[in-house]
């Protein structure tokens, strides 16, 4: 039986593979190491003279290769946190988890319409201003502030549900509205 040796047995993934890593660090909420992974791989390439997404980490191959493009879906679905629940997007989960980011702005595309969120996120207080299509059934889950109060358009709300370290709100679309919860 051989032995395990890192530095023989480990091989670094390169940037397409970058997608299942991310997958498995946000299935433990380790959403921190995404951002990290994103600024220091991609960040990189992105400062080069290039300007462009490489296909490994050295540009010595296709040095703009959308295999290499994960950060695009990791940052719409893990850091702005839009999640399909049903086909179609007809119920969708945004459960936002900018950690260090002081704001996320995102817009995606889905069969119904765009779906568009902007954030600004303090110690105190979790400002998102989202826009739903019609048709669209959406359930938001924020964390919780220092004074556990929900406001959606300026009227403070008591229609959500606490779990955990989460508070939950479901809205259905068309919609535009500002949640704020502290």
């Known amino acids: 039986k051989e032995e395990f040796i890192e530095k023989k047995h480990i091989i670094k993934a390169q940037p397409f593979f970058h997608h299942f890593i991310h997958k498995a660090l946000a299935k433990e909420g380790k959403y921190n190491l995404i951002m990290n992974n994103i600024r220091n791989y991609w960040g990189k390439m992105l400062n080069s003279c290039s300007g462009t997404i490489w296909e490994l980490w050295s540009n010595k191959y296709s040095e703009c290769h959308a295999w290499s493009a994960t950060p695009t879906y990791d940052l719409i679905t893990y850091i702005a946190g839009i999640k399909p629940l049903e086909p179609g997007f007809k119920k969708v989960l945004i459960e936002p988890c900018p950690e260090d980011l002081g704001w996320v702005e995102c ?37 919780k502030k220092k004074e556990n109060n929900v406001e ?26 500002t949640i704020i919860s502290c």
């Open 152 to 177: 959606i358009d300026n009227i403070i709300q008591d229609n959500f549900v606490e779990e955990g370290d989460k508070i939950k709100i479901m809205l259905s679309g068309p919609k535009k509205s």
């Open 107 to 143: 817009k995606t595309p889905t069969p119904l319409g765009d779906i568009s969120l902007e954030l600004k996120n303090t110690t105190d207080e979790f400002n998102l201003n989202i826009n739903i299509p019609k048709d669209c059934e959406v359930i938001i889950s924020l964390p």
